[in-house]
């Protein structure tokens, strides 16, 4: 009565090797050494800081429902502070399907950098989060010098701090 | 020879929608706000879905399906 | 605790012929013999699709399961807390105390001229623990899972594997698990423990068909070999010990020493966004190699109301057939009893839950999050089993109330 193979395993057997392939797809997402998308051109709502001076911006990809987004405003926060006058500048673009649960959220937890919203979904889909939330450290020449999938507490904010004391050096 | 019938149903059946839904939508990972809500969780709740399962399982005939593990009892 | 539940069920005892006519069966004190899987894991084994990430958890609940007419009473309190070790890993632990007592039938058929099944107390407490680790690599999540279980007469231990994959950008996933587990069955009248081994086996799909839509779909295949049978039970069997003089003899039930199971378990999650609502439904089909096949239907409406209160009606429908060797007793059947048996043919149980029978589950949870941290619950649940044999007397079947109430702190 006993089979041998158990149509199971064959279908495991599939799965697995119909999941071994790379996803090509993954590599869509904006990645080191690209330029990043000019902000003015995704209609974005909320007033952009004047970039003019920049020589670091970290532009980051976030929504009232992520977890680790709250998490990270505090530090962008302190961020923000931290590197008052000197060309750096957060601009946190949020993604919320509803205006309504952003304010909400603003509402609870006040942030003193840039927050704008990319109410069409524009930006965020050419840059192509992979993930929520995603972040991307720009240097003056509008180029993607770093990019950060997901916050990870202390250990995002000491590498935030390593980058961006990179940047300010190369531009004096 | 009935249950093993169903069995090649069941898994034809899945490889069907498999092939149905991956890759003819994708909700990106910026969409998923709705799916995210507290609501919509599965593992909202593991403590009492694992309770809810026991005493099914003490009392039913059939068991699993949602998942492997979790311990037997001896349960009457 | 009230008095009234430690109690015998008055009408039990004069009611029941006298089970050591043939082998001594001694009062039950609970241990079903059936394969040990539950989805205890569910939480940590599902997806994490949406992209969150939590610190730590802590959660108890504590649970009052009151079957009607002083039948079985379990109260149960439930720990578990849960810890994120650095970004990619997850322990948690679940510590489980089940207290049981109450009555529950023999197996025995209703005594000539009442429609009453012959019950026997039974008291019991059962301790478990269960640990799971999980850690993500890339896109796959690896999870590992221990479980132990420990009553007087029924020690388990369970060893489960998980993995996880995503692909199809976070689109869908796929998960394989393999669950073992070892069961030791001892009853104070058995010499020796008895053995029990199962494994389990799935596949499964979680994929996302649109914003607000999940579909999951399982497939589990598992296989139990031992001594599978409820040690407590009995079967009745009328012998005419001299012409003239019936006598109805008890024995213990005999069931199958393998058995092999297969499930098909979809779940659809949908959001009403405008409703401020989700649905949760399942569907369930399970066929085993005892005849027993059963379709299973459970559905959740998740309404939000206001800014911190969840109100969730719930409703199950259970139906199954009865099992091949399922009799009320074998008084019309060629089976010739045995005081001993080992699990060969022929096979017998009179257990009300290997008949025919159909259940109904309605139940109400309120769900209240004071804050990011605190969340407070209540759940009322009824349960009410309905015999479907036309053989089977209705008071073998239980109507149970379930209250649950619980607390979770996460950090």
């Given at each position: 009565m006993k089979r041998p193979v158990h149509p199971?395993?064959?279908?495991?057997?599939?799965?697995?090797l119909a999941t071994a392939a790379p996803s090509a797809r993954a590599a869509d997402a904006l990645a080191a050494g690209q330029p990043f998308p000019a902000l003015t051109e995704f209609a974005l709502e909320g007033t952009?800081?004047?970039?003019?001076g920049a020589k670091v911006v970290i532009v980051d990809f976030w929504a009232s429902w992520c977890a680790p987004c709250k998490a990270s405003f505090p530090v962008y926060d302190q961020l923000q502070k931290d590197y008052a006058g000197k060309g750096v500048y957060v601009i946190a673009v949020n993604v919320d399907q509803n205006d309504k649960q952003m304010a909400a959220f603003l509402k609870k937890q006040p942030v003193g950098f840039t927050v704008v919203r990319d109410a069409g979904a524009k930006l965020v889909a050419r840059v192509k989060v992979p993930t929520m939330p995603t972040s991307f450290v720009v240097d003056a020449k509008w180029i993607v010098r770093f990019a950060h999938s997901g916050f990870h507490g202390e250990e995002t904010r000491r590498r935030y701090?390593?980058?961006?004391?990179?940047?300010l050096q190369e531009t004096p | 020879m009935h249950r093993r019938r169903a069995t090649i149903a069941a898994i034809l059946a899945v490889f069907a929608v498999g092939l149905a839904l991956t890759g003819c939508t994708t909700v990106q990972p910026w969409e998923r706000g709705n799916l995210a809500d507290a609501t919509m969780r599965p593992d909202r709740d593991p403590l009492q879905a694992s309770m809810t399962e026991h005493i099914y399982f003490s009392r039913e005939a059939s068991s699993g399906g949602r998942g492997v593990g979790g311990g037997g009892c001896g349960c009457n | 605790m009230p008095s009234l539940i430690?109690?015998?069920?008055?009408?039990?005892t004069p009611g029941s012929p006298p089970s050591h006519a043939a082998g001594v069966r001694p009062q039950p004190r609970g241990?079903?013999?059936?394969?040990a899987v539950f989805a205890a894991a569910l939480g940590l084994s599902l997806p994490r699709l949406a992209g969150q990430e939590g610190g730590a958890s802590l959660a108890y609940k504590y649970e009052i399961y009151q079957e009607a007419d002083d039948r079985i009473k379990v109260t149960n309190h439930n720990v578990r807390a849960a810890f994120d070790l650095g970004k990619a890993a997850h322990l948690s632990v679940r510590g489980v105390i089940d207290t049981i007592t109450g009555a529950t039938p023999t197996g025995e058929p209703a005594p000539a001229g009442s429609d009453q099944v012959p019950l026997a107390h039974l008291e019991d407490e059962r301790r478990a623990v269960v640990v799971d680790a999980s850690r993500a690599f890339g896109g796959n999540t690896v999870q590992l899972e221990y479980a132990h279980s420990k009553e007087d007469d029924y020690v388990s231990d369970?060893?489960?594997a998980t993995w996880i994959r995503d692909f199809n950008q976070k689109n869908t996933q796929l998960q394989l698990g393999f669950a073992y587990n070892d069961d030791s069955i001892q009853p104070v009248f058995f010499t020796e423990a008895r053995k029990k081994a199962s494994r389990d086996f799935l596949v499964g799909l979680v994929q996302l068909l649109d914003r607000n839509t999940v579909l999951t779909v399982n497939l589990s295949y598992g296989t139990s070999d031992g001594f599978l049978s409820d040690p407590y039970k009995i079967v009745q069997k009328t012998v005419e010990i001299l012409p003239g003089f019936p006598l109805p003899l008890t024995f213990p039930e005999n069931r199958p020493s393998s058995r092999e199971k297969t499930i098909v378990f979809t779940q659809v999650a949908h959001h009403f966004e405008n409703l401020r609502a989700s649905l949760d439904t399942s569907f369930r089909y399970y066929t085993d190699s005892h005849g027993i096949g059963s379709a299973t239907v459970e559905a959740a409406w998740l309404q939000k109301v206001g800014d911190h209160l969840v109100l969730s009606p719930i409703l199950r429908y259970y139906t199954q057939s009865q099992a091949d060797y399922y009799y009320v007793n074998l008084d019309d059947t060629p089976i010739v009893p045995v005081d001993e048996p080992d699990g060969s043919a022929p096979h017998y149980s009179s257990d009300y839950?290997?008949?025919k029978f159909d259940a109904v589950t309605i139940g109400l949870k309120a769900i209240w999050r004071f804050n990011d941290r605190w969340t407070l619950d209540a759940t009322y649940e009824r349960y009410d089993m309905r015999g479907r044999d036309d053989a089977t007397p209705d008071s073998a079947y239980v109507t149970a109330d379930i209250l649950t109430a619980g607390m979770s702190l996460s950090f």
């Open positions: 199971l395993f064959i279908l495991t057997l599939g799965f697995v952009l800081p004047d970039l003019a701090v390593e980058q961006i004391d990179q940047l | - | 430690l109690q015998r069920r008055r009408r039990s241990g079903a013999a059936r394969p369970g060893y489960a839950r290997l008949s």
